[in-house]
């Protein structure tokens, strides 16, 4: 599987859009793109993941770009309890396996 | 629905002693996993379980056994402890299909000393 590189921590102001990028530039054609989150070492939780169209869901967007080779999880309005480290991963699948990073460690700000 | 289930939450063992750790679903999934998370990293897959009757190494299966006891059910087993293995054990279940989302438990938390 593609290996996926995120910026280690980011801010955002409550109420704003947090915006977390990934990049995946060895993607193949069949390997999608996963996002979840883990709340202060609680266990992961799903949020969304596209092949090549965006995605929306009651959580969150995910934007991909045109050559696959990043993307961007948009959370639209964020609060305090969308604080937590964000994975990207990419995957074939029919893998099981998810290789997961150290991912993004958003922190929202009041 | 209590979704994905570990026991125990918080477990001390002493270098050289075993143990098992359980984990249980309520979703009717298919797939089962076995996760560590050590501090400041993502996840590693220990072993797997695609379907009933099946399992699977995954990339840090060694000083570990597992077994799918049946559909809901899927064991840990630590046969002689060692302090590397000190960790944040997360079981997960998922469904087949282009989803694969996982559902995770609430984690086993693992000192050797």
């Known amino acids: 599987d593609a290996k996926t590189t995120q910026p280690p921590s980011m801010d955002c102001a409550e109420g704003r859009a947090a915006n977390l990028p990934c990049n995946h530039s060895t993607i193949s054609g069949n390997e999608y793109v996963y996002w979840y989150r883990q709340i202060h070492s609680q266990g992961p939780q799903y949020i969304i993941h596209g092949l090549k169209n965006n995605e929306t869901n009651e959580m969150a967007s995910l934007i991909i770009t045109e050559d696959r080779k990043s993307s961007t999880l948009i959370l639209p309005h964020a609060t305090l309890r969308d604080t937590a480290v964000y994975y990207c991963i990419v995957r074939v699948v029919s893998n099981y396996q998810l290789i997961w990073g150290a991912g993004t460690k958003l922190i929202i700000k009041p | 629905n209590a979704g994905v289930t570990q026991t125990p939450k918080f477990q001390v063992l002493k270098t050289g002693q075993s143990m098992t750790l359980q984990c249980a679903q309520d979703?009717?999934?298919?797939?089962m996993y076995w996760y560590r998370q050590d501090p400041g990293m993502g996840l590693r897959l220990i072993y797997y379980?695609?379907?009933?009757?099946?399992?699977d190494k995954g990339e840090v299966p060694n000083g570990y056994n597992v077994s799918r006891l049946n559909k809901r059910e899927f064991s840990l087993r630590l046969e002689s402890a060692a302090p590397s293995q000190t960790s944040v054990y997360f079981c997960a279940s998922s469904e087949r299909g282009t989803s694969y989302e996982q559902y995770f438990g609430p984690g086993t938390r693992l000192t050797v000393t």
């Open positions: 979703m009717n999934h298919n797939s």
């Open positions: 379980s695609a379907s009933e009757g099946t399992t």
